[in-house]
Structures are given as structure tokens and as C-alpha cells.
């Protein structure tokens, strides 16, 4: 990982380890149909409506902040996409999924059902298009999917396997179901060891995001 010269426009464009899994597929599973924003590097509590050469270097701070280059890493890249939200907003909407850390025994299931706060001018809502899920190493979970969204491309997601080691996995649904690994190769010898990641979750709609730590212990000594 290195700068970008923020002095210059530069266009910086890779694919991530998800992209180049897909590529790699040569089925067809690899289609660029979008693109986003996202300001990742910017820390906007440095504008300062008080710098004494006047307004014209409110955000002088942020416009001199350096620029990251893209990395291939997709669960760390991108996390502060741009969203647009009605008129007037004055709270952004945030995720609830019902645990602040996820600790499962080998085998064991969870369901997550993910609410939306703030959004739309509800307390909590679900939101129509539903929200995905990315689970950042999928070799820590014997299944994980998404249920109550029935697009195509929901679908897809929702029934691709993935290959290859330390890779991640995208669902989407109004629910998602996760399975905790029962393969004892992924852990130390000792029957207590676990491994660990992060399971993230993103309203399709709000563009509301939250991140949850996941533990898998293992149980088994066979």
C-alpha cells in the first residue's frame, strides 16, 4: 500500500482478490455492471470554520490529506461509500444486527436478522432491497447464506461457492444464516483454539454499514 500525489488526478484502478477469483472462474461470473464512491481517507472533523486566513482554507486540512492507493484487500477498502438520502436528513441511519461480537462452537448456526435506525424517519425499519453481507475469510464457516431477497443477483451470490483460502464471501438477503466450520485443520492442537474474522453487513438502500468481530472455537479433538 502506498500515496497517491494528490496534486494530480490519477485513476488507480485493481482487481481486488474477489475480483481476480471471479476472473478466474471463466464463467462469466466476473461483470463490472457498477461502480461507487467513497471518501475512506477523509477525516472531515479537520474543517475548521475558524482558520484565520478566512473560508477560503476551511478545508485546506482535508484538501492537502493524502490519498491511498487501491488495494486488493476488499473487506478493507471502500468501507465509507457516498450514499444519498432525502432532503432534510438530519441523523444517518445505522445498523443494528443484535450482537456487538459473534463467538460460535464448530457447527453451531446463527441466523442474523439486520435492522436499519434512522432511516426513512422510522426508529427501526428493514429495508426493501435488503442488505449484504460479507463474511471477510469464508474458510471459518461450513455455509453462509442469505434468505428473502429473490433477485437474480441475490441468487447468484447466494449459491456461488467459493475457492482458494482466506477468501471472502458476499450474500445478500433480509436474513442471513452462517454455519461455524467443523474442519479441525483451520485450528491450533489444542481443543480451545480458535480462529477469527469479521462478518460486515451493509443496508442496500441506506448505505448504512456496521462491522462484527467472529470467533469460531473449535470442539472437536478428531
Known sequence: MGYLNNSVVTVDAILTKKGRELLA???????????ALSDDEIDYTLYNPNHPSGSAF??????NMPLLEAFSDETQIMKYKLT????G??????LDVG???????????L???PQTLNYLGATSTFEASGYTAVIADARVLNSFTGVGINTDEAE?????????????KTVIGTSINLTATTVNTLFGDATNSFIQTTITVIGRDSGARITVPVKITKTSTN
Open 111 to 113: 441466523a442474523i436478522t
Open 58 to 63: 476551511y478545508g485546506e486540512a482535508i484538501e
Open 25 to 35: 472462474r471463466g464463467d462469466g461470473s466476473f461483470k463490472i455492471s457498477q461502480f
Open 99 to 109: 450482537y456487538t461480537s459473534i463467538d460460535l462452537k464448530q457447527g453451531a448456526s
Open 156 to 168: 447468484k451470490l447466494n449459491t456461488t461457492t467459493t475457492v482458494g483460502t482466506n477468501i471472502s
Open 84 to 87: 444519498t438520502l432525502p432532503r
Open 89 to 94: 436528513t438530519s441523523i444517518l441511519p445505522v
